[in-house]
């Protein structure tokens, strides 16, 4: 049973930064996708950040030059640095695994952390 935990969402001003942290257990396979998402009331969740098994980024437009996502030594841990940070970011953000498993993608969430950026 894959599971995931988000952290680090908080309160904070415009211009100011936050890392977001996610913990995966269970299995992880080799083939996998780590993704950010966010969602705001009343607008579509939106992908943020992605980044492969391979270390291949991608990034939101709205968040490049302002987000970096990366994942942990342990390869079972994602980060995302959200840096100079505006008030349309405000948002729950969530964390999304993909895993290819018999040529199928697989995938799990966690219930997300908030994000509240004040002007």
């Known amino acids: 049973q894959v599971q995931l935990a988000e952290s680090g969402g908080d309160l904070v001003q415009a211009g100011g930064s936050l890392r977001l942290s996610c913990f995966v257990t269970?299995?992880?396979?080799?083939?996998?996708?780590m993704n950010w998402h966010r969602q705001a009331p009343g607008k579509q969740r939106e992908l943020v950040a992605s980044?492969?098994?391979?270390?291949?980024?991608n990034y939101a437009e709205s968040v490049k030059g302002r987000f970096a996502i990366s994942r942990g030594n342990a390869k079972n841990t994602v980060y995302l640095q959200m840096n100079s940070l505006k008030p349309e970011d405000t948002a729950a953000y969530l964390c999304?695994?993909?895993?290819?498993?018999?040529?199928?993608?697989?995938?799990?969430w966690g219930q997300g952390t908030q994000v509240t950026v004040s002007s």
């Open positions: 999304h695994i993909e895993m290819l498993y018999g040529g199928r993608w697989r995938d799990y």
């Open positions: 269970g299995t992880i396979l080799s083939n996998n996708r």
């Open positions: 980044i492969d098994s391979g270390g291949s980024t």
